[in-house]
């Protein structure tokens, strides 16, 4: 599974998003940061699935 990982920055005063350790964006809310990430997270996961099945 990824890892999602969103911390404050107090000097920007915005979110910075970290999927499994990678600089993905900036958000302006926790919330905003937390649903930007599950749909980046659901689209990887639609890919690999279909990726896997047009290798079958």
Same mark, same amino acid.
């Given at each position: +599974? !990824?890892?999602?990982? @969103? @911390?404050?920055?107090?000097?920007?005063? #915005? %979110?910075? +998003? !970290? &999927? #499994? /350790? *990678?600089?993905? /964006? %900036?958000? $302006?809310? !926790?919330?905003?940061?937390? *649903?930007? &990430? #599950?749909?980046?997270?659901?689209?990887? &996961? !639609?890919?690999?699935? $279909? &990726?896997? $099945?047009?290798?079958?």
């Amino acid at each position: +599974m !990824y890892e999602k990982t @969103i @911390i404050y920055d107090p000097e920007t005063r #915005d %979110f910075v +998003m !970290y &999927l #499994d /350790g *990678e600089l993905v /964006g %900036f958000a $302006r809310t !926790y919330q905003e940061a937390e *649903e930007t &990430l #599950d749909e980046l997270v659901s689209e990887l &996961l !639609y890919q690999q699935e $279909r &990726l896997s $099945r047009e290798a079958a």
